[in-house]
C-alpha cells in the first residue's frame, strides 16, 4: 500500500529543522501552495534564489525521491486539504448557539429528504427480499462513518432473528466472505464506492454464491461488483464543521430495509422482539412502549 505523506504538515514543522537555504525553499512553497503544483524545477530555484540541487535536498528532506514526486504529493496532499487551509466563510449566525442547534439539524432534516427522493422501491424491495430470506447476514464498511452505520445494522437485523454481524477489518471481511454460501447476503456499505477491502470482500462472496447488496453511489466500482445496488448520491456541504449527510442518509436506509424485512416475517420478528425485552425485564423493569435495549 502506498503511504500516504502530509507534506503539508511537514512543512510547518521545517522551520529550525532544515538547513538555511532549504527552508527558504519550504518557506516560499507554504505561501505559493498551489502555483508550486505546476511550477518548473528551474523556475522554483529561480524564483527562491537558490541552486536546483538545493530544491532536489529539500524534497528529499521531506521524503520525497525528488521534486517531481514533491509535486504529485503536494498535489494530492492539497486536494484534500484545502477545504480547511482555506474553507468557504462561514455565516455568522451559524456559529451562534442560539441557533446553532436548529441549523444541524435542518441539515439533516434536508438529507433524508433528499434520501426520500432518491430511494427507488425497487431497489428497495429486491434487498428487503434477500435479506428476509437470507440465513446470515454480513454487514461492510471501511473508516468511520460506514463502519458506525454497519455496526447499527447488526444490531438492528439481529433482533429480527436473523444471525448478522458487522466487520470493519479488511482481512476478516474477506475471511467471513470466503465462508458464505447461496443462502448468505452481505450488505457492503461506501459512500465512494471505492475501498479496495470492500470491492475484494464483494467478489469473494459472488463467487461462492452470496448476495451482494451495497448502499454507495451509483456507477462505483463496488457497485459493480453487487447483485443489488441501493444508489445514493448526497453533497456535502461546504461548513467543514457540519456533520456529513452521507452517515444520517445510510442510518435512515437501514432502518427502512430493517422495518421492510420485519413486516415480510410478522411473526418471528414479533417473537425475537418479544423475547428480548422479556430478557431485559430486570434491567429495565419498566412497562410501556420504550426502545429495545435503553
Avoid: W
Amino acid at each position: 500500500m502506498q503511504r500516504a505523506t502530509d507534506i503539508i504538515s511537514q512543512l510547518n514543522r521545517a522551520p529550525g529543522i532544515l538547513p538555511a537555504r532549504e527552508q527558504q525553499v519550504a518557506d516560499y512553497v507554504v505561501e505559493h501552495l498551489e502555483d508550486v503544483t505546476a511550477i518548473a524545477l528551474s523556475d522554483l530555484a529561480k524564483q527562491v534564489g537558490v541552486s536546483e540541487p538545493t530544491v532536489i535536498r529539500f524534497c528529499r528532506s521531506l521524503g520525497c525521491e525528488g521534486f517531481r514526486d514533491f509535486k504529485i504529493k503536494l498535489a494530492q496532499n492539497l486536494a484534500v486539504s484545502m477545504q480547511y487551509l482555506a474553507p468557504e466563510p462561514i455565516e455568522d449566525h451559524i456559529t451562534d448557539p442560539a441557533v446553532l442547534g436548529s441549523h444541524v439539524i435542518g441539515t439533516i432534516i434536508d438529507s433524508l429528504r433528499l434520501l426520500r427522493e432518491q430511494l427507488a422501491q425497487s431497489d428497495i424491495d429486491a434487498a428487503a427480499d434477500a435479506l428476509a430470506g437470507a440465513r446470515q447476514i454480513g454487514f461492510f464498511g471501511v473508516g468511520g462513518g460506514s463502519s458506525t452505520v454497519a455496526f447499527d445494522a447488526a444490531n438492528r437485523f439481529f433482533r429480527l432473528g436473523i444471525p448478522a454481524q458487522s466487520q470493519n477489518d479488511g482481512y476478516l471481511q474477506r475471511m467471513l466472505a470466503s465462508t458464505l454460501g447461496e443462502e448468505d447476503v452481505i450488505v457492503a456499505i461506501s459512500t465512494s464506492g471505492r475501498p479496495t477491502e470492500l470491492i475484494h470482500s464483494a467478489a469473494i462472496a459472488r463467487q461462492y454464491g452470496a448476495t451482494v447488496i451495497s448502499l454507495t453511489k451509483p456507477d462505483s466500482p463496488l457497485a459493480a461488483e453487487s447483485d443489488i445496488v441501493i444508489g445514493l448520491i448526497m453533497p456535502e456541504s461546504p461548513d467543514i464543521y457540519k456533520p456529513t449527510a452521507t452517515r444520517h442518509v445510510f442510518m435512515a436506509t437501514i432502518d427502512v430495509l430493517a422495518t421492510a424485512v420485519a413486516r415480510r416475517n410478522p411473526v418471528r420478528s414479533k417473537e425475537k422482539l418479544r423475547r428480548i425485552r422479556s430478557s431485559l425485564l430486570t434491567l429495565l423493569p419498566t412497562v410501556g412502549r420504550l426502545p429495545i435495549g435503553d
